[in-house]
């Protein structure tokens, strides 16, 4: 299995721009690179997801380095509603669901 | 809009008494997740389904069991209810194309007594 290590919390302000990081040594060929945010009291939320290189959406980039043993999750300028907890997730998407191994995520904490 | 729902969003048991929790989705995806969430582990895989009839052993399964006899539902089952058991408990689900992602219910929260 992949395993996933990711840092316990993280301390920010509004406005600046936050970069988690995910490590994940053992990846495999076929695995993906997802991320959720996670509200308490909610079930985890759809970020971003990857395979190689950088991808970008309306609200985040993410990052993966050619080796792909590590993943950078990048939130432009957070605000306050941005205080949550955030998993990466390693993995196949279609099929060996076993493989599936998240992360124990990271308390991100956004300050005015 | 489709959606995943789970029921009870609480439940308070008593240990050696069976809880089944309900995840209904309304995507019409063939792949269904259950996991748990306990502190200091993050989410961790339970069972899982493609589709109708068909389920599978997760990370943490023991004391678990789940039945697919719909695409819409995957109900999850504790034989036998112990005090490990108590957490937060999420569905999801997937499609099944190669960059589907899965979507999670609200949760349910178990405690065994």
């Known amino acids: 299995l992949a395993k996933t290590t990711q840092p316990i919390s993280m301390d920010s302000y509004e406005g600046q721009e936050v970069n988690i990081t995910c490590s994940h040594n053992?990846?495999?060929?076929?695995?993906?690179i997802t991320w959720y945010q996670q509200f308490p009291s909610q079930g985890p939320r759809f970020i971003i997801q990857?395979?190689?290189t950088k991808v970008t959406n309306e609200v985040a980039s993410l990052f993966i380095p050619a080796d792909r043993k590590s993943s950078t999750l990048s939130l432009p300028r957070v605000s306050l509603s941005d205080t949550a907890v955030y998993y990466c997730l390693v993995g196949p998407l279609n099929t060996g669901f076993q493989k599936l191994v998240f992360g124990t995520g990271t308390r991100l904490l956004v300050s005015p | 809009d489709a959606e995943i729902t789970q029921s009870p969003r609480h439940k308070i048991t008593e240990t050696g008494r069976q809880v089944t929790l309900a995840c209904h989705q309304t995507?019409?995806?063939?792949?269904m997740f259950w996991y748990r969430q306990d502190l200091g582990h993050g989410l961790r895989l339970i069972h899982y389904s493609y589709g109708v009839q068909d389920t599978n052993k997760g990370e943490v399964s023991d004391g678990y069991s789940v039945s697919r006899s719909n695409t819409e539902d995957l109900p999850l089952t504790l034989e036998s209810a112990a005090s490990s058991q108590t957490s937060v408990y999420f569905c999801?689900?997937?499609?099944?194309?190669?960059?589907?992602?899965?979507?999670f219910g609200p949760g349910t929260r178990l405690t065994v007594l």
């Open positions: 999801a689900s997937s499609g099944s194309g190669s960059t589907d992602t899965q979507y």
């Open positions: 990857g395979y190689k």
């Open positions: 053992n990846i495999a060929t076929n695995d993906y």
């Open positions: 995507w019409n995806h063939n792949n």
